[in-house]
């Protein structure tokens, strides 16, 4: 059965590694941090396996990856936000068919959110540097609600915030953060096939369909390699 978007009254769309590639931005930002402390620096494969569960965990994965001692967080923490305020989009891009992906849900009416484990300060002039801001009703960071995804929280939350029921909203991500938060919290879900998930393989997790482009979710019906069936 194609994919049908009269099911849906809204969509809740991840931020890194959905919309946005911010790897460079992260390794750049960490790499300052690190040189602060006088650690030794990161690379970009390690990093992907360790974004999307929110700053304080990136930054807690990090210093152990590193041989920092946990004793460091707090001064790393500081460091960390005052190089990625500084350098925030800079190193980032927007991936191919998000405009478009984005324009076709809300042309067929569907009120639209950003939610990301990002902090807000962080999320916020990421979304307007790279032209998406726009699009968006809501936008809430990890440090908007008591829990962050994979913890369904954000997305209740999120829904009540939009005047939309699960089941009629639609979570839009890259990893099984995403996917587990949307199970638990009623919404149907859809992974991109580029994003990070943690270093593993996307594929593998339980969601309701894959795409290749956002763009793909605003063809009627959906393509049959995007394998989403509702």
């Known amino acids: 059965m194609g994919f049908d978007l009269s099911h849906f009254d809204a969509a809740i769309v991840d931020l890194d590694g959905t919309m946005v590639d911010t790897l460079g931005d992260f390794v750049v930002a960490l790499n300052l941090m690190l ?3 006088a650690l030794p620096r990161v690379d970009a494969p390690a990093v992907e396996t360790m974004v999307g569960k929110g700053s304080e965990h990136l930054i807690q994965s990090v210093l152990r990856h590193v041989g920092g001692g946990a004793a ?24 191919a ?8 849900l809300r042309d067929r009416g569907l009120r639209l959110a ?7 300060a962080f999320a916020r002039p990421l979304l ?4 998406l801001d726009g699009y968006f009703e809501q936008v809430f960071g990890g440090d908007a609600f008591e829990r962050k995804k994979p913890d ?37 879900v859809v992974l ?3 994003g990070y998930n943690h270093g593993e393989p996307v594929r593998g997790v339980d969601a309701d369909g ?9 063809v009627q019906p959906f393509p049959s390699s995007a394998s989403l069936s509702l």
């Open 210 to 218: 894959f795409v290749d482009s956002l763009a793909e979710l605003g």
């Open 35 to 37: 040189d602060d402390l």
């Open 128 to 131: 307007a540097a790279k032209g």
């Open 97 to 104: 068919g998000v405009a478009e992906g984005l324009s076709a």
């Open 72 to 95: 460091l967080y707090d001064r790393a923490w500081l460091r960390y936000q005052h190089h990625y305020l500084a350098i925030n989009g800079q190193h980032a891009s927007v991936y």
């Open 152 to 188: 369904p929280l954000p997305l209740r939350k999120t829904c009540e915030a939009l005047g939309t029921l699960p089941a009629r909203t639609l979570m839009v991500g890259d990893s099984s953060n995403d996917a587990q938060a949307a199970r638990a919290a009623g919404c149907p």
């Open 114 to 120: 950003c939610l990301t484990n990002k902090p807000t």
């Open 192 to 194: 991109v096939s580029y």
